[in-house]
């Protein structure tokens, strides 16, 4: 059985590229987030063709945003006008999407949502989310924080892109369970990154100028987390800082191994991207997919680093 990839640009001309697919073949279009943001979406992408190639009778179709919403939703009616049998998608903000989520179903197509959900108002249109529990992972990256500044301090937070639902998840996840574990622990500040690490070591430098005394900083992940590393390296400030991200990356991994960097939350961009496909095939195929498909995702810190590959991203 003949299979294609076929990897075009966000447009409608673009798309009809593509061609018709093999009468065998079982079309799915995935529209990503961004793709050049960070290493973790450049990797995912690479796996999941990677998967997809390894499938005879799968072709994809695969798109990215670029972060822009009317990008995306653009993306998402040329696939539904393709009549593709699935969509995966990446939202670039989980409420904005909704309407294009509900078109897809209302044509019937089954979507997947992958590694950041669609808003709760969208749930009922999709077949199924497939990532991380970005609620769990705050949860994990607060307990770390607890634990390393010993019950008190002072903090600041650096998160991803605002109305992002991983943003959102994550912060919610932290929040919530650091007032809850730790109400000695006082956050200064809360402001975004944007998930871009230049963009974080700003924030943290406005951070340093604002605060004399910061005892830790979290960040929604390691990208954003080592750019407010070096932002407080920079000033002379980091010598007892505590920083906990979460996605651990290799820069991350590599700040922990030099005792820089406190702890972290363990996730796989090769997981994320295998686990989107064999979801959107399962749908497919008829079978029984739980609507919230979650991946493992465990604390890595200094202590248990060993334990864990270095990321390839």
Known sequence: MSRRITSL???????????????????????????????????????????????????????????????QISQMQDLIQQQVDAIIIWPTDGQALVPAVRNAHRAGIPVVVTNSNIAEAGLEFIAAFSGPNNI?????????????????????????????????????????????????VVQLDIQPGDWNRERAQRTMETFLTRFD???????GDDNMGVGALNAAIDAGRAEGMVFIGAT??????????????????????????????QTALDVLAGEDVPLLNYFDTPKITQDNMDEFDRPVF
């Open 248 to 277: 651990n990356f290799a820069v991350g991994y590599d700040a922990m191994a030099r005792g820089e960097y406190w702890g972290s939350v363990y996730q796989s961009p090769v997981d994320d991207a295998r686990a989107a496909l």
């Open 136 to 184: 769990q992972q705050g949860i994990y990256s607060a307990e770390m924080m607890c634990e390393a500044l010993d019950g008190e301090g002072q903090i600041v937070q650096v998160t991803g892109m605002p109305g992002y639902t991983t943003a959102i998840e994550r912060q919610q996840g932290f929040d919530d369970r650091l007032a809850e574990l730790c109400p000695d």
């Open 213 to 219: 005394n910061i005892d830790g900083v979290y960040s």
């Open 9 to 71: 640009l966000a447009t409608s001309a673009a798309i009809a590229l593509a061609g018709a697919a093999n009468a065998d073949t079982v079309r799915i279009g995935i529209t990503q987030n961004n793709v050049g943001i960070d290493s973790y979406q450049t990797t995912y992408e690479r796996a999941f063709i990677e998967a997809a190639d390894a499938n005879d009778d799968v072709e994809v179709i695969v798109l990215d945003a670029g972060g822009d919403v009317a990008r």
